[in-house]
């Protein structure tokens, strides 16, 4: 069982009419801005909540898909190249006073799903306003990243190799966001943003994603019957992503200032869930070399971090629980052995093995498509 946090997906936004404020010269670029906004609506409506369509029209108008989660990233899949394109032609004029004006009076306004000040705010989310179409654009490739997460953990139970491809492909699309869109808003006007426009945030995310698509992997290693000690590694390899995903958030305080506390739970709890289950593994590896003693060791220390560690969210505590307990089991059963056949000495919390981890996942870049369609702004 793995912990599931599906908060990075809850993004809410404003609407946003492309015609009503860029001045098209004829009328092929005035089709191509309804259209634009025309996909977008159906976006906004979705993540708002705000659609008066049946599910069944819903499953109808998206080709028959079931899956709430794939129609709304079949939605972004049709909305992304048209903008794509618009801010190709943008760029162009970019130093045109017209286009800058035309910009700031779209409004474009995103909510924040991990700031801990959207929890707390008694008018509903807060929502911060970037005069920039790569803000518009990041936010939305973070909802589709944040989307095939959601999408991995859909089907999870039935088919853990998509699964694993992605959890790989969102940490590609919040790479492509940390790496190529949201530095380019650094050094605009300065603005509060949420924290999901931050470069910071997005390697977080990637990282996070990665840890997912390895844990993953080694469910489906553990059915191949993989030895032990390469399963306590590539548990340990998690630790070490979830590791970097933490010290990024320690770190970069004026990125990462105001992340809700159930994000930052959920990190910390999965670090700890896995730290537990790699030294399970290793406790094992070690009975087999023959070194019950230390084998014990590994075990009473790990249950004495892992229970400081044990989540207030009610699932995951359930998850954490059943794995506290088989390692318990586990513990009784060597010591009784131990007891009446081996007396091997038990080491101190100094004199215990230290595990490398072992990451194979990567992620899978992202290559983002344009609709070449000619525009001709009136400026």
Not at 208 to 232: D, F, M, N, P, S
Not at 342 to 369: C, M, S
Request: hydrophobic share 40%; glycine share 4%; net charge negative.
């Amino acid at each position: 069982m793995m912990l599931h946090c599906l908060l990075p997906g809850k993004l809410q936004s404003k609407k946003i009419i492309f015609e009503d404020v860029f001045s098209a010269r004829d009328s092929a670029t005035l089709e191509h801005l309804k259209e634009l906004s025309s996909r977008r609506r159906v976006i906004e409506e979705s993540i708002n909540q705000s659609s008066f369509i049946t599910e069944a029209i819903a499953r109808e108008m998206s080709g028959g898909l079931t899956s709430h989660c794939l129609r709304d990233l079949q939605k972004l899949e049709q909305y992304l190249p048209l903008l794509e394109n618009l801010i190709f032609h943008v760029d162009l004029v970019c130093s045109n006073h017209h286009v800058a004006r035309w910009i700031s009076e779209l409004k474009i306004r995103w909510s924040s799903s991990i700031s801990s000040s959207s929890f707390f705010n008694l008018r509903g989310p807060k929502f911060f306003q970037i005069d920039n179409l790569r803000y518009e654009l990041g936010m939305s490739l973070y909802l589709y990243a944040a989307l095939l997460r959601e999408r991995a953990i859909e089907i999870l139970p039935t088919d853990l190799v998509q699964s694993a491809t992605l959890f790989r492909e969102a940490a590609g699309v919040f790479q492509h966001l940390a790496n190529e869109v949201f530095p380019s808003l650094q050094s605009s006007q300065p603005v509060e943003r949420p924290p999901e426009a931050t470069p910071s945030i997005c390697t977080v995310m990637s990282l996070i994603c990665l840890a997912e698509a390895q844990a993953v992997t080694i469910r489906k290693a553990e059915e191949k019957g993989t030895t032990v000690g390469l399963l306590a590694k590539l548990h340990y390899g998690i630790i070490e992503l979830l590791g970097e995903a933490t010290a990024i958030l320690y770190s970069n305080t004026r990125e990462c200032k105001d992340i809700s506390s159930s994000f930052l739970e959920f990190i910390s709890s999965c670090k700890a869930l896995h730290e537990l289950r790699s030294l399970k593994y290793l406790a094992e590896n070690l009975k087999i070399a023959e070194q019950l003693g230390v084998a014990i060791g590994v075990l009473r220390d790990s249950l004495i971090n892992a229970k400081k560690e044990v989540p207030g969210e009610e699932s995951w505590r359930s998850i954490f629980g059943k794995e506290i307990d088989a390692a318990a089991d586990m513990l009784r059963k060597f010591e009784h052995e131990n007891e009446f056949v081996w007396h091997e000495k038990i080491p101190t919390e100094d004199e215990l093995p230290r595990l490398q981890g072992n990451k194979i996942v990567k992620a899978i870049p992202y290559n983002p498509k344009r609709w070449e369609r000619e525009l001709s702004l009136k400026i």
